[in-house]
């Protein structure tokens, strides 16, 4: 059975930084496309990041140059390192998985296009000034 848990959110002030982190079993983390959603209140959830199978990694535009997406294997997870965070950064974030998912869907998407097909509970992330 695949499973994906998320760790790390929380809060922190405007201009912090965070790690969340995502542990994978049931399946090799290197086989998988993974990627991060995040959901922020009345909002659609949208596209963070994603790291393809061959480590290519894709950004949201309001992520590029602040977030950044690694994989460790010999843990079987994946981390998203978030540096200079705003307030507009507030929002459930979601880990994602499957193994080879469409091109179309490292340009975007939203989580009711179900572009991948496992998913995390959530983290909370919290960003105050």
């Known amino acids: 059975e695949v499973q994906l848990a998320e760790s790390g959110g929380g ?3 405007v201009g912090g930084s965070l790690r969340l982190s995502c542990t994978a079993s049931g399946f090799r983390n290197d086989d998988f496309d993974m990627g991060w959603y995040r ?9 963070v ?11 949201g535009d309001s992520m590029k140059g602040r977030f950044t997406i ?3 294997n010999a843990k079987n997870t994946v981390h998203l390192q978030m540096n200079n965070l705003q307030s507009e950064d507030t929002a459930v974030y979601y880990c994602a998985a499957d193994f080879h998912i469409a091109p179309k869907w490292v340009y ?4 009711s296009d179900k572009p991948f097909g496992y998913w995390g509970q ?7 000034s």
Do not use: W
Not at 39 to 47: I, K, S, V
């Open 11 to 13: 809060s922190v002030q």
């Open 39 to 47: 959901q922020a209140p009345g909002n659609e959830c949208e596209l």
């Open 49 to 59: 990041t994603i790291i393809s199978s061959d480590d290519t990694t894709y950004y």
């Open 70 to 72: 690694s994989r460790d």
């Open 108 to 111: 975007g998407g939203t989580c």
């Open 122 to 128: 959530g983290t909370q992330v919290t960003v105050s």
